[in-house]
C-alpha cells in the first residue's frame, strides 16, 4: 500500500508525533522535527500555496465545493459544513487568501486568474494532424474539467453491444480505466507554474496521447519513476 504525504505536517496522534522509519512507527526527535518542520516551510512556499490576488469566495463555485465536503465528511471523523472552514482546514484558504490550488480546484472560471489552466482536447481522422475534426477547450475548475472531458470522449467513442441469448452486455470502444487513469495523473501533477504550460489531449484513430508540461521533480531521476517506482506529489494540495 503507497501512501501519499500529507500536505500539512506534521501529524499527531493522541498528542505525539510520529515518524515512519522503513517498516517501523516511532516518535519523532527533534532533530526529525526540525526536517519536517523544513519540509513544510517549503511546501508553504510551494506555487499551489501563493495567494491569487483578487479572487475570494464569490468567485468559487461552492456548489462544488459541498460535493468535496460531503464526501469529506463521509471519510472522517469530524463533520464540516462550512466552505471556508474546510478551505482553511486543507490549506486552500490561507490568510482569507485563496490559494491557486483553491482557484484551480473550484473556481467558476479559472482563466481569468491563471490563463494556464485550461486544457486543450484534439480529435482527428488520420495519423496527420492536419486531418482535425473536432477540437475543444476545457476552460473550467478541475472537476468541471474532468467530467466535460470524459462526456466528450464518451460522445466520441461508441459501445459495443453483445447479446448472449436474454443477457446483453456492453463495452467501450477504448480502454476507459486506463484512459481516466493517465488524463487524471496529468492534470494532478501538472507543472502550473509554467505559463505556457497548457495539458493537450490528442486523439487519433488508433491511440490517445497526453501531452503534459513539466519535467521531474529536481529529487527525482527517471530511474526513480520507471526502475524504482518512486512516486512524489508535485501538488499535494490539489492531490
Not at 152 to 171: A, G, P, S
Request: glycine share 6%; aromatic share 10%; net charge negative.
Amino acid at each position: 500500500m503507497s501512501v501519499w504525504r500529507g500536505s500539512q505536517m506534521p501529524y499527531h496522534y493522541k498528542g505525539t508525533i510520529y515518524i515512519r522509519s522503513i517498516t517501523e512507527n516511532i516518535i519523532a526527535t527533534s532533530k526529525e522535527l526540525m526536517n519536517v518542520f523544513s519540509i513544510r516551510k517549503s511546501m508553504d512556499l510551494s506555487w499551489e500555496r501563493t495567494p491569487v490576488l483578487g479572487a475570494d469566495i464569490d468567485d468559487l463555485d461552492l456548489n462544488e465545493v459541498q460535493k468535496t465536503i460531503s464526501l469529506y465528511n463521509k471519510m472522517g471523523s469530524d463533520i464540516i459544513q462550512d466552505e471556508e472552514d474546510f478551505l482553511s482546514r486543507n490549506g486552500l484558504l490561507r490568510n482569507g487568501n485563496l490559494t491557486n490550488a483553491c482557484v484551480l480546484l473550484y473556481a467558476k472560471s479559472p482563466i481569468k486568474y491563471i490563463a494556464q489552466a485550461g486544457i486543450r482536447l484534439a480529435v482527428y481522422a488520420s495519423e496527420s494532424n492536419a486531418d482535425l475534426i473536432d477540437t475543444r477547450f476545457f476552460n473550467g475548475n478541475i472537476f468541471k474539467n474532468i467530467d466535460g472531458i470524459f462526456q466528450f470522449l464518451d460522445m466520441t467513442y461508441t459501445k459495443r453491444v453483445k447479446v448472449d441469448d436474454l443477457l446483453r452486455t456492453e463495452q467501450w470502444d477504448y480502454p476507459r480505466v486506463a484512459v481516466r487513469e493517465g488524463i487524471m495523473n496529468a492534470i494532478v501533477h501538472r507543472d502550473y507554474n509554467a505559463i505556457s504550460g497548457l495539458l493537450n489531449i490528442q486523439v487519433y484513430p488508433n491511440r490517445l496521447e497526453i501531452i503534459s508540461y513539466g519535467s521531474l521533480l529536481q529529487s527525482m531521476s527517471f530511474e526513480d519513476l520507471a526502475a524504482k517506482g518512486y512516486s512524489m506529489l508535485r501538488n499535494p494540495d490539489i492531490a
